[in-house]
């Protein structure tokens, strides 16, 4: 998808994909945005670090603790800004999952994601964590439909 500014990302689906179950993959991609994120990974499956290669591969549980943080960056303090991604109604064939336009926790997700945090955008310190490559939302469809024939088939 490669959404590295916006608090809002459409997300291709299937044209066919409707009602309810356009619903729960939107909020199975949800959860799988959050999850990712809460364990300190970028949307490659890889941790964050800083961009600049004199301080790449430092940031370590070590580096965190010595800067006063108790943990790698994950994107979540209280869990707030995580817990507000919302499921927005898509065209045919879009799902948009984000943020309420105008709410404290899009502005806070917007300076992560564009590396404001309250002063002008820094893409060094940005961490666009609002996003989904496509083979995991193909990953998430398929399974959903698995998951689907096998309760059909127990019935």
Avoid: C, H
């Avoid at 990712?36 to 490659?44: I, K």
Wanted: avoid cysteine; charge should be positive; proline fraction near 5%.
């Amino acid at each position: 998808m490669r959404n590295r500014t916006g608090t809002k990302l459409r997300i291709k689906v299937p044209k066919e994909l409707k009602g309810i179950d356009k619903v729960e993959i939107g909020y199975r991609i949800i959860d799988f945005i959050q999850e990712r994120t809460r364990e300190g990974l970028n949307v490659y499956g890889r941790p964050w670090s800083p961009k600049n290669e004199k301080s790449a591969g430092k940031y370590t549980k070590e580096y965190a603790k010595e800067k006063g943080y108790s943990d790698p960056v994950d994107l979540e303090d209280t869990g707030a800004m995580l817990d507000a991604i919302k499921y927005f109604k898509g065209k045919k064939g879009e799902i948009i999952v984000g943020y309420k336009k105008g709410t404290k926790q899009e502005r806070k997700a917007e300076g992560n994601i564009i590396g404001s945090y309250g002063r002008a955008p820094n893409p060094r310190k940005a961490r666009p964590f609002l996003d989904i490559l496509q083979k995991d939302v193909n990953k998430i469809v398929k399974d959903y439909f698995k998951e689907l024939e096998e309760e059909e088939s127990e019935d």
